[in-house]
Structures are given as structure tokens and as C-alpha cells.
């Protein structure tokens, strides 16, 4: 029921107005006590639940898997410990794991796979980054086609890989150290490349600071760029950018 | 010709080695001696060219716009002053320049408008910003809806224009100062959204990096950002997600 | 016994000069040794005591509570860990701790509970910080109104709780990552914000300084920001804000 | 009209639905194109209309003026350069400015003062930023109490008018440099104090950062802060403050 | 033998040139292998050894100690572990240790302490700083006076000891989180004043940052700074100092 | 009349308390309005009084040195323009002022210079800031020795000096870039080392944040360091040093 | 086989199509799956290879060795921890581990040491580093002289081993807290000076930033810096210089 | 004559100690007052004079032209502005001056150029940077091959010049914004990398932060690192390294 037949239920006295004010008030959100479940989300997005799993007490955070697992509604953890998992599976055995990239899921139907996201690294210690940004893009229904270890201090590692980094509907450039991972993918193809600075590194690359900067000041064209280690938030934003590639989008 | 060719025509002879060196090496681009013209792109893209003219001299400039005008070839200017302006109007008369977005561009065939991209800004000092961004999708061929000054500390302004934000392929959010809007506008809408920190402030703002942090630090899904100011790359990539949901991509 | 007393008993032979001079040295605090209790603060400010239990020795705060527990005097500790606690309690087993906020009291009469103060939080994370600042309201005297998990990526929470915010004298908005909450809020009360950026998030948050500088640099009127993760210090001015609301002020 | 109202309006028939919503979009600002003037917020603060003039164009700013001027509208505009004003006042010749403190005024009616607000200085060179919070506090009603020139390297100018200071309802305490009047003064007095941290220094000042970090870690209570320079935000909140010891809040 | 005699032995065929150029190049320090104990400077500055313990293998500074132990040589180490001097012990019994200021010294003879430096800090968890700088200046012979939590959130404590303040050569300020109390001390008293920043605080400190810009800052004159938590640095800075009071220098 | 002389006179009933409480209040300063002249600070250093001309509008600054003329008094103004001077000159003839080092200042009667302050700088660039502090230390009666342009990229320069420089009381190392000087210098001299870091670089030098933390950060001892550029300061305790060695401190 | 006999081959039918094109994507490197070996840089160089060590899994490392043990072929790790170490000596017993400077290899031939490279420490605490250069330099076949303690607070340690260092090709210059060792040492040779700042210090050393800025803000001539702690870059670029030295270049 | 000789002519009485004392002062450099010529770098060296011209007045750079003119001797100036370079001229009319490099030199022997040294920029906007190292690096002897506009945002550019890049002794890689340029280089070549960072670029750029960081942190090995925008400091360093491998070093 949306706002206009809300209204028109008021003016045809099918709803009071107490009805109507409560209803537009307890809409959006299942309140918890300790947070607020955001189902309004979902249905804005036609995207399953996520869970930031990490500084979660392990009581709530099975509370809130449990009272998924009830509706039979999917969900996508992030940032989650092996200890978290542990605690989780015992209550709601179906729970799975991916200890690389730290992704804690439910996942009730099979969502088919469809376009394509890639998913590249710089080197082997992005990997995990590289794993939550490619799980969070197959559970939002990504083919997801990952090709690692293709930093640019060896550049014909990633120019033999151009023709199949093409190919995808939207390219992830995950790196850390000096992060020219990024304008390099950015420069060669001609979909858009969601860049993720990794913390990887020592020294004078804070953190993960060097990375970022290098990926917002990159000259290339098509580059945006998400929070240092933010494999998530790029794999979310691919997935939006790989639905309008397959359904298509306004005209 | 593409590279296969190139061997066929190496392994038939009708191509010799020497030709089919020099042919590996000049293709991509056109050599100016004080810069490289790079035509590969725009071939490789789909996508027009477009100059960076902050910091080129007066006669550079001129020299390149009138390569431009002699081909007959559009291009778009971004960061040009009003003097560059002039300078390159007394060559190529046709020229034109939209002195809020700081753009200067030649445009010889009709572009159709297609999809729609939505620009919004925090106040009314982020519309010089805004206007660079939606000057460049729109060169590119997208519809652009300007919503302007729906800051999120009258966060009323913002909520009445969430239905025409809705509509958009792609989302565009500008704002300097705190630079909430960002996060504000990605959860409320379900299209990717690449938000532009400005400058735009005083005192603890740092030039944009306040605003630049708050924009990478959302915990809004679906948001990327770019480098403060950079209007340009923030409606190139707008570009590209709009023509996925225009004209598809892999499926 | 205050200074023009003093003057006035010098003039009349009452006191000698020498007892006057070591009067006014020895009036404002008790030198314990390894600290100077400041009760001169307490009848200046009408507020109890309070002290900062972090990194204090056990063996110095055991003794610092024994000796307001024998004055039968209030006290508030902030950032005292479990461990400060327990050997606290075993000399003066009324002390009562809240884990969660990591406050540690004697509260000998009850104080009535006045006015209202507001604590918000963007997230559940937050609430550490939130529940050191709710407590130190309540302990000066504040009717405290928790709403917390309203954070802007999902503004409905937000906009659904607007008319128990605007009721309260002061609001405490408090929250990580990107830290917009307190200019939303502001933007939506005519009472004075008092905003908390906390440490939560990762990457380009840097230990909070994303939300902090987000919340200095906000657009929005009545607002104003302390230290990151320092709830103690906004609980502490809402009291001061909160009793100007209840008892009134100079006219 | 209030929602509630609306809603009443909209069962009994006496509103359309087309109209309700059209109604919810258009109540809360005026769109003059470049900018939305914000009418709510007036009504919902009871306080009167402000304008940030720094980076508006001239012709915008005039508009703006004779906008108020028609509605015989009183307002408040901060850092407006000479030349702003004098544009100003060709236009609306009523118009005031104090280039001091860089504000540009209209005042239909006369506002009583009321209440107290101290506005203190570490030196001379912060007299700029002191007067712009001086005149915003007073513009929403509050007297003032100018105490210049007393920052803590000559703490005996400060001892000597702790009297005055703690007769306010609410302190501000502008300094740069090492930024310690805040501290200083929330340990002297028992009513909040909002600290301006101001740009005036060199060196290892990095712009008034130093003063700011100063006043974010005072351990001082009662004490919160603003942005570098922000007198207008200052004042803002001392009149909230003021106007709950004047008027009284929630008891 | 300086370089004169040296010369003049040349001359006097009482030295040879191979014997010269050793004699230069061995004379000013010892070569254990892993560092190079430098007897120059004892000879040049007046004062005894001193060693920076961190970081410094058990081992090695076992042999270190030991090696002063045989000749009889007073030395005074810094942040020294307890481990540190619990190996140092087995070996050199006579070794003493302060726990409070880290240090781990020889002291073969008694030397008279004369002059006076005052060492305060703001706060009691500045005290580890503070011992650290007073134990340094105490074994470079000084007098020293501890007046520890003066912080300037309580002003009248450092008000009521001014007296005793004034009356020492040199005075070390030791303060951490917003460390204003350098500045307060040097408008105060007439000696030089070393102003020691401490990693003391949270959140917008920065690990000392913060203090380390106030001290930099301040516009008390007669005021210096050393590096945050270096209370060695200003210990020995003082006892330059004192000894120039004591013994007098270039008249 | 001090304190104590105050509180007899009251005892005696020669002044009455209205009087001592006024003479308390106005003893320290000159209330002029716009400044608060700080008498008390000369009375309580011996050291005459100093003004900051930046920032100060001409016609105060004319107003304070017409005031110090009348007074026969000297003043020592710092970084004061070349039009500033020219103002004060028209109503103050006898004003001296020196463009290289900024300072503006009168002398009724000659000191005698005593002692020796060394003023060292690593390059030619960096004498303006060595002259601010060189005419500090010639004002407060140091006589001074400048050694400039010994910076430690050319270390055999420095070494050639070394004797000179071991002769003062107290050194100055001025030095930008790197800022090496400091430390360098404090290794070879037992007295104490004052080092100016001074903005002079570009690029990774941060407008002097490079020289500034390389001097905080030595491991040489005997150094402590003032702000950026700050020659007034390092003149000033360099005086308070030099003074000690002269006239002797407590013993 | 290069690319010139590649496409000669194509012509004459000896390779066909799709063999060249093959041959062209494979060439490079060797791809494991979790890593790509990049043997190409080995031919290129002439260098043998290298591994960074630093987060791999043992499982990974332990594959690494043994396929270089079963090449015969050479290999160089950093930043390897002691029970990588013990992981890979079970599998490949011939391996060899230097804890100080954290280096892995495999060295079947003996390679004959060459030219001179130069290490130089500005302390003991910066050994490691050092190693880590050291050994790199001699894996690559330099001849090593180790200089360490000669900091620049002790400048005579330096000056007496000043003919030394001129003798080297390159040297290295490794130096934490000032870090004013590389600028003093390109200060006394003719040759290229790598410096290399490390992270040992504390407080406003800031993790070895300030070693970094001073060596990148020298004024000395002839220096370049690699990243903080990068002792393995610098001993890699130094063997590059030194084999110039050795064999010559192009004349 | 060398310290030895000067020791031999002690020895055998042909030269007393005084000269030999000062000899040993005076030869290093020549005092000029305001500066100290350096004329022992250039014998120590082997490279002729070079002045660092930003920052001095033009009658100092003018006396210092003069006399290298008198001596017939070689000097390069850098930073000089064109207001400098004509009041040189007047002087000293042989003066040569690149308004783009910034370079003012003397030249009065052909130099024969040997070796090579190539130089690379990122954008037509580096190449005032390029300029300043190429004419260094022409001064000090070295062929330069100039390749501008190759950055890595058009990979192709680069990769069809690899064969002139890898035909030089050094290769200098110059570049701004993202900065990446330097470390896909040192992945193509077998040759020291000297990377230069420019200030081109805006928002996140942070003057040439980020480019710096970029390749302070690059994970390709044979590349160090220079400050923003110091063409000079790369072209000298690359001029020490192109001849070690024109004359060869210790073998």
C-alpha cells in the first residue's frame, strides 16, 4: 500500500486517520530495541538485506539471523568473524561462511546470475577485499568474473586480460600500496570502474591513504571510488550499475 | 583493422613487418610534440574527446581547437577561463562556452538526449560544480534534471523532490560544507549515486576533504565519489551508467 | 565564606593577615598527593563530582572513591573498565557500574529527574558513547529520552521520531562514519544540538575524524561539537543547557 | 494548516487528494530557481531569517534583500564584503553593515534584549569573528557583553572579569593561536561555553587547526565547539541557549 | 691532546702522519660493533652518559651497563622496560630503576643538587612524563620541585602556587590533551619555560598532536617546546639552563 | 604595593575595601579599548614591553606607539610592514624600523649588550626570520653574533664556526627544508639550543612542517623548538637564557 | 623468442594464428591462481626473482620455494616472519633466513660481489632496515660495506668515516626519527645517495613521516628517497647503480 | 693540496700552523656576507656550480652572476623568475634563460654530452618540471631523449616508446595527479626509476601529496623518489648515475 492509496483509503473512510498516521509512522522499520531492521530498504531497492556485521555483540547478531531465517528472507553479512559465524550456525545451521572475505549469508532461493561485474586485484594481499566485493555482487544476482593479481607495476599481467575485462557490464579495480590499478582499468575500457583502495601497504601509505588519493586524482575517465577496503559498498553499486545493464533502465 | 587482421594480413603478405610495426606503434594516437592526442579513446569509448584546459597556454589551446574544427569533430573543454574563451572564439568562431561550469565545446551533429541524469546540489556555491557535471552528461547524450540548493539541513527541500530523483539512471550528488547529501540521497533512492565533495566552506572544511571523508565514510549503499570539484568525471561516469540502462549491456 | 567576608573580617581585626593568606591558597582543593580534588568546581557549578577513571591506577581510584563514599558524597567516573570496578566495589560495594557506557557511581540521594534531554544515535555501534552521555545527564539531573539506530542513510527512522526530539531542551545527536546526524537533526529542532562524532567505521574514517569534521562543518544552525567518542562532555553541557530550561536563567 | 489538519481536510472532502500532495511538496520554501528559501525553518525556530552571503553573486544577493525588504521581513546576512552592501543599498537603502564583523542587516521592528550572552576574546585580532557572533546573538535577542583582549598569557586580565562573565546565560569564547580560552573560562563559570576556534596565528597554526584541537581536548567541562571562525554558529546557539534562560524550556 | 698539540707533535717529528690521522680519526668515540658509544660528548658537555633503552635488545644493554659498571661511570637510561632492568640487574646489582619515569641509572657518586627546576604537569597522567624529565634534571645535577595537576580547567590550583614557581631557574610545563598549560606558566613567571606535550587524551588528540600544536602556538613569550612525551629532552634542556644560573656563563 | 602591603593597609584602615577590590581588578593592565596593554608583564620580567604588529589596523598601532613615545618607553614591535612603519613614523619620528627582520621599534635609552646569543641558519633564505630574533635578543641586552648560511648540506661550513659558536650562552638554529641545523648544531655545543624551523621550501615541506617535525624529532640533546617563522620567540627565551648566564639565577 | 621472430615466423607459416596470439597472452608470467610469477621481469632485468613475504599464508609461501627449489633458481624474500621461515625449511631445507633483516633465499650459485655499495645508520635501532638493504644488494651481487651508528648528533663519527663512503658506487643513507643522515652524507660524496627513512621514534615522528619529509625536503644534491622502512628498495636500486658502475652503460 | 700534503708540509716546516690552521678554515668556501659559496662541492664533485635562485633579491643574484662571470666560470640557476633573469642580463649579457624550465646558466666550455638520460611526463602540464631536469641533467654533462605525455591513463602511449625508454642509463618519470607514471616505468625497465612528483591537479591532489605518496609507495622495484616539483634534485641525481655508466666506478 503506498501514500496515494493511503489517501484514497482516508477520503473513502476505509482507513481513520489514527490508522493512517500509525501506519505511516511504523512503515519503514522493524524496531528491535537495540536497532532498527530497515525492510522499507529492500523494497525501495528490490535488493536483499545486508548486515554490517562487525562490532555486533554475538547475542544480536543471532537474534538478527535467527529472525531472518524465520521469514525465510535472505540476507548478507559483512565484515563477520569466524567467531561470529560459529555462534550463528549453531542456531541457524543453513548459515554459510567465506572465511577470505568474511561474508556471512542466507540465501533461501537461487538468485540466477546474470551480466557481468569484474573483479580485479593488484596483488594477492587484495584478495580478500576482492571476495566481499565479488560475493556481495553474486548475492544481488552478478555473474562475477575475478581476475587477480594484475597490478600495474607488471603491466602486461593485466593487458593480456583486457579483451575479458571488456567484456564486463561494470569493472571493480581493487589495489593498495601505490592503487594505479585503477586509472590504468579506467583507461582501457569503457564501462564504468568503481575503484577500492586497499589498506595493503606500510609506510608512507597510511593506511591505505596513498591508495585512495591515487584513485581520486587519477586522469583516466569512468573512475569513481569508494572508503578504503570497501569491497561491500563496490559490490553493491556494480550490482545497481549491472541490473540496468541487464534490464535496462529509463529510456 | 584490429589486431587479428593486422597477422592476417602479415601472414598473407600483403602486409609487410616493418608496416606492421609502425603501424602497432602510431595507431593510438596523434603526436603534437607538446602533447598526444588520443583518438584511440574515443574510438575504444563511444565517447567524444575532451580537453583539460586548466593550465594550457592560450596558444596550445587555440592550436588544438582548430584540429578539432578542421576534422569537423566535436569536443568538450572542461576548467577553461574566459580569456581561453576568447582566445580560441577569434580562431574558431563557432565555439561555445558556458561561463558558470567553466566548459568551452564545439558540437557539429545534434547529440539526442536519452535516459536521464539527475543533479543535485547541497546550496547554490555547488552549482558552478553541478553545472560541469551535467554540462559533460549531457555532451555525452544524457537527459540531465537539475535539482538544486536540497541541502540536507533543510531536509524537507530534498524530500519533496524524491519522486523525480527516483526516475533517474544515475544520480548525481554535489555538496561541500559537511557534504551529507550523498549519503542521504543513496539511501533514499535505488539507482547508483556518485556524489562530488566541493570545496565549498571555510575553517575545518579543508578545501572539500570534510566533505570528501563524509562522502566516503556513508554507510549509504550504493554511492561512489570522485575528487573534490571534479564535476567532469563525475558526469562522464553518469555517461556510462546511463547508457547501460538506455541501450543495455551484457546480459 | 567568601572573599569580601574574608576582606571584612581582616579590617575588623577578626582574622590575621597570615590566616587570610593561607585561606585563600589552600580554599579551591584537597591535595591528595598524586591528585588535587577540585570541590571548589562543585560549589561553582551546583554539579557533582565526577573523574575520569582512565588510566588511573586501581590503588588511586579505590582510594578516591573511598573517600567520597565516607563524605556520603556523589560521584560520576567515566571510561572506568570492568576491572576498576570490581576492585572499587570490594571497598565500597554501593558503587554501581554500567558497562555499556563504562560509568562507575555513588549516588547517595535520588535527584529528580527534570526537563528533558535527547540522545540519538546513527547507529547501534554508537551507543557506548550514547549511554556515557544519557548517564551523565541523568546523574546531573536530566529526564533522558534515548532514540537511537536513526541514522540518515535511512531518513524515515529519522523523520518518524521528530516530534519526541523537538520536545526535549537539548538534543545529543551522536554518530560514526559519516557523522551527518547532528546537521540533520539541527536542521530540524529549534533547541541547541550538541553533536558527538565517534570513532566508529574504518578506512577514510581515521579514527573519527571523518564524523568530526563532518559535524564542524555543518550548514545547519544550532549546533555545536565536541571531542570524538566524548559523551561524558555533551551529557555534561546538555545539564547545563537543560537546567537554564527548568530553572531558568538571567532574564 | 498542519498534517493532521490536512488529513481531516482530505476525508471530509473539502480537500483533494492532487492538492494534499501538491500541498505537502510546495509548504515548506520558496524556490526562486537559484536557490530555495527556507520558510520552515523560520516558523519551526521562531527565530528570524538568515543569509550566508560569501560566494552569491551580487545580483543574487540584492534579490534576495529586496525580497525581505517587500515583506518587511527582518535578516540577517554574514560575511558580506563592502562591496556586497553597498550593491545592496542602492537597491534598499534601510540596509545595515558592520564591516567589522562583516554583516549586512534589516531590522523592521525593534527586538527587545533580553537575558545575557558574554562574548569574550583572547586578543584583538579576533575582534572580526567576535562581532559577527556579537550581532547574531543579538539579532535573535540576546544582550551582549563584550570582553576583549583577554587570552590566558596575561590570565589577570581574564581573573578580573570572572564576575561579569558568570553573570551570562551563556559564554563565548573566541581565540587562535593555542586556542586555551575555552578551557580556561568553562573552568571558571557554571553555564555552558561555546568555544570559536579563529584562523588568526601562523606556522604550526595550520589555519586555526591548532586552536580547534585545542578546544575539542579541553578537559574542561561545559565546553563544545565550532567551526574555525564560525562567530555566526556561535551566536545562533548562545541565542538557543539564552532564549531557554529567558523564556524557560520543558521543566 | 687537542688538535693544536696534535699539529705541533707533527711538527716536532713527535708524532707521525699514519698516527695523526688514526689518533683524529679514533678519538671521539668507542665502536662496540653494534653502536658507537660516543665519550666525546661527556667530555664536551660536562654532563654523564645517558642511554635510550627502547628498542635495544636485552643484551645489549646488559653489556652496555656492565661496561659503565667497570669504569665506574655514572649513566642514566631512558623508557627503560622492567624487563629491561631486571636483566641489567643480575648482572650490575647495584643498578636502581623508577618504574613511574622508566629510567635505569648509575650513580657512582652523590652529586650535589643546586638551582632549582620546577616540573608541573596538568594533569595525574602526566606523571610518567613528568618523572621521566625530573629524574633527568635531577642526575644533571639540579634541585627539582614537583607540582603535579595544575592543569588550567582548574585554574586557582596554579593560581596558589605561583610563588614557588617563579622562584626556580628554569620551569618544565607538562600537559596533554589540550596542553594549554605551557602558555598559562610562561605569562606568568620570568624564566624559561619548556613546554612538554603528552599522548595523553582521546579521539581529536591525535596521540599528542593536539597538545604538541598548543604548546607550538602559544603567545606566551618565553616558551619552547620539545617532541610529545619527551620528558628527557626537557629535563636535560633544563639542566642546561640551571646550570647556567648556578655556575653563570658568558658575562 | 603588593598584595600584602594591600591587605595591611586594609587591616590598618587606610584603605578602605571598595578600593582594594577596585585596585585588585585594575592593577595588571591598561584598558584601551581595543587592546589591553599587559604593564604587569614588564613589571614581572624585567623585560620591556613588545607589541605584534600583524593584523593591527594602522591607526591603533599608531595610537599604541604615540602611547609608549608619551611614556618615554621602550617598544619592540614584530612583523610590522614597511607601511605600517611609515604610518607610525609620521607621528612617532624617532621610530626605528629594520625591513629585512620586520621589526619596528623605539630605544629612550641605550642597554648595554652582554653576554652572547649565536644566531645560526642554514640558509640565506631564512635571515628574515633570524633578524626578527637576533634584534629580540639586542633589545632584551644580549649582545649577538650572527653566523649565517651554515646550513648541514655543506657541513664543513658549520664545522669551521664551532668554536664561535660553542661561546654563546645559548644558540639559535634557524633552518627551513630540511631543518637539520637543529640537531646538528645541538650535538656539537653544551648550551642550550633554541631551533627555528622557518617555512622556506616548497613541495613535501608543507609550508615548514617538514623542518618543524625534523626538529621535534631529534635525537641530539639540548634543543627545544618554537613555531614556524617565530624569531620574536626564540629571541625572547634566548634572552631569559642569556640573562641567567649573566646576572646568575638561584644558586 | 621476441616479437620481431615471432610475427617472421607468422609470415612464413612456421607459427600459425592462433599460437602467436597464445604465445602473446602467456609469455609473461606463470599464473598459479592465487598469484602470478613474473618471470618476464627476471629476463628483463637480468635480476633474480623476489618475493614480499609479508601476508601471504604459509601454505602459499611454502608452494613459492618449492617451485623455485625445483628450478634451481634463485630466490629473494622480505619481510618474512620467523615461522614462514620454519614453514619453508621443512620442505625446502637449503633455504636461508636472516632474522635480523627478515630475508628468505635460495642462492644455488655463488654470484661473485662487485662494485661497492655503502649502508650507512643513523643509529642501532635502524639495523634491520639496513640488513634488509644490505642482503638485497648482495643478492643482487654488490659488494657491501655496513657503516652503522653515525647519526648526525655525533657528526664526528660521520666525518671519520667520510673516505669510506666516497668509495662506494651508491650509497644508502637509513636513518628514523630527524632522518638528517641522507642530506649531510649527499652533502660529503659524488655519488648517488639512496635515503631511506625508517619508523623508529615516537610522538611528532609520527610513525617515521618526519624522517620521510626531511629526507625528501634536503637541500644536499644527489638524493632520492624510497618509502619509510623500504630497506628493500634501496638495496634493489642501489645494485641497479652499481652494476652501471661495474659494467658500464650506454656511452 | 689535500689534508695529507698539508700534513707533509707541517712536517717538514714549509708550511707553520697557523696557515695550516687557516687553510683548513678557508678553503671550503668563499664568504660573501649574505651567503657562502660553496666552491668545495664542485672539486668534491666534479659538477660544475648550480644557485637555487627563488627567494633571493635581485642584487644578491646579480653579484653572484658577476663573479662566476669574472672567474670564466660555469653556474645553473634554478627557479629563477624572468624579472631575475633581466636584471642578470643587464649585468652579465651572456646569460641564457628557458622561461619554461625556469633555468639561468653560464656556460662557458661546451660540454660534451654523453650517456643518456631519458625524461617522461604524465600531461603536457609537468613539463615546466621536465624542463628544469633535462637542462639540469644537459648541464651536468648527460644526451637527454624528452618523452612528454605518456601517461598511464592512455597505457599505449607509453607501452610504443619502451624501446627508447629502456635504451637509457636513468630514466627520470615526472608526473602529477594520480602519480602513477613511476611505477608502471620501473615495471617496464631494467634501469634506476627517478620518479618526481608534480603539483598538477586539484581537491585531493593536496598539492602534490597524492602523486608523492603514489610513488613513495609503488610496489615496482628501481624507483626512488624526489619532492614535489624538484626536477632539479632528479636531473642531478640521474646526471651522478648516467656517468657511472659513461666512466664506470669501482669495479
Redesign the interface.
Known sequence: MNV?EL??G??Q?KIN?ED??AY??????QDMG???L?H??EL????GE?V?C???TVE?LVKIYESFALRQSNVLGTRATKAQYEAVKEVVPIVEYDEMGRTLWLQFENIEK???VAVLT????D?PVAEEAARTAEYFGCRVNRI??????????L??KVDEVR???CVIAIAG????LG??V???????V?AV?T????????????????????????????????GF??G??AA???R???E????
Open positions: 496515494q489517501l484514497l482516508v477520503q473512510n486517520i493512517a498516521e505511516l509512522k511504523s512503515l519503514p522499520y537495540f536497532c532498527k530497515d522499507h530498504r525501495r531497492s528490490g535488493f545486508t554490517y562487525s562490532g555486533k544480536h546474470t551480466g557481468e593488484g596483488g594477492t594481499s584478495i587477480y593479481d594484475v597490478g600495474v607495476a607488471g603491466i602486461h599481467r593487458l593480456s567484456r564486463a557490464n600500496m601505490e592503487g594505479a586509472g590504468v579506467a583507461g582501457l575500457v569503457e564501462r564504468p568503481i583502495p589498506s595493503i601497504g606500510y609506510g608512507a601509505n597510511f593506511h591505505g591513504l596513498s591508495a585512495l588519493l591515487t584513485m581520486l586524482n587519477s586522469c583516466a575517465e569512468g573512475l569513481s571510488t569508494v572508503n578504503i577496503d570497501n559498498g563496490a553493491y553499486m545497481q550499475i549491472n540496468l545493464g541487464v535496462g533502465g529509463r529510456k
